[in-house]
C-alpha cells in the first residue's frame, strides 16, 4: 500500500513526458507553454532554447 502511494505521487511530480519540440522522453523540470494558442510541453533543455531565442528576437 505503502509503496503503490509513493508510485502515485513520483508520477504525478517528476515523471516522464514527452517534448513537443524535441520529440523525446524526458524526466526532470517540464514547462508548459501556450505557443501561438496551443498547449505545449517543453523540457527544460528546449525551453532555455525558447528564452534564447525569444532574447535574440526582442521579445
Ligand atoms: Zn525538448
Same mark, same amino acid.
Given at each position: 500500500? +505503502?509503496?503503490?502511494?509513493? $508510485? +502515485?505521487? !513520483?508520477?504525478?511530480?517528476? *515523471? @516522464?513526458?514527452?517534448?513537443?519540440?524535441?520529440?523525446?522522453? @524526458? !524526466? *526532470? @523540470?517540464?514547462? $508548459?507553454? $501556450? +505557443?501561438?494558442?496551443?498547449?505545449?510541453?517543453?523540457?527544460?533543455?528546449?525551453? @532555455? *532554447?525558447?528564452?534564447?531565442?525569444?532574447?535574440?528576437? *526582442?521579445?
Amino acid at each position: 500500500m +505503502v509503496l503503490a502511494m509513493l $508510485t +502515485v505521487l !513520483s508520477l504525478a511530480g517528476c *515523471g @516522464k513526458f514527452t517534448c513537443d519540440l524535441c520529440s523525446q522522453e @524526458k !524526466s *526532470g @523540470k517540464k514547462h $508548459t507553454e $501556450t +505557443v501561438m494558442g496551443q498547449k505545449m510541453t517543453i523540457c527544460n533543455d528546449c525551453y @532555455k *532554447g525558447l528564452e534564447d531565442l525569444a532574447d535574440s528576437l *526582442g521579445f
